[in-house]
C-alpha cells in the first residue's frame, strides 16, 4: 500500500512540479505535424517506403529515437523536413527527459518549506512508535512552533496596518 501510495505521489510530482506533461505534449503535436508534411511530401513519389500517414507516424518516431532504423525519405522536401524532425524530436525528447529529472532532484532545494513539511508528515506517521520521552519533546517543539507561527502572523499583520 505504501509503495502505491509513494509511486502516485512521485508521478503527481512529476506531471505537476516539472515540464515533463508540457513537453510531452509538444513533442506529439510536433511529431503529429511533421508527420503529416512527411506523408505530403513523400505520398506521390515513387519509391517512397512512406504510403500511408501510419507510415510516416512509425518513421518520424523510428527516426528520432534510434540510429538509421528509419528509411531515408526520397524526395527533397521530404529530406529537409525528415531532418528537421529529426533534430528537433530529438532535442524535446532527451532535452524533456534530462529537464525532468534535473526539475525533479533539485525541486526539494528550491523549495526548502516543502521539504519540512514532508518531514512532518513523514514522522507523524512514525507516532505510534515513538516512545514518551519523544512524544514529550514533539509535544514542546509544536508548541514552539506554533509560537513562532503566531508571531509571524502578527508582524504580518503589523506590517500590513503600518502600510
Known sequence: MKRLKYSTKFFKDISLHTPFVKMLALLIILWLIFSAALYFSESNVEGSSIHTYGDALYWGIAAFSTAGIADSPTSNTAQFV???????GSMLFFGTIVATITTYFMRPMQRPHRRIIDAIEYNLEQLDDLTVEELSLLKNTVDALIMHVERMRKKQDDEQQAE
Open 82 to 88: 525528415g531532418g528537421l524532425w529529426i533534430v528537433i
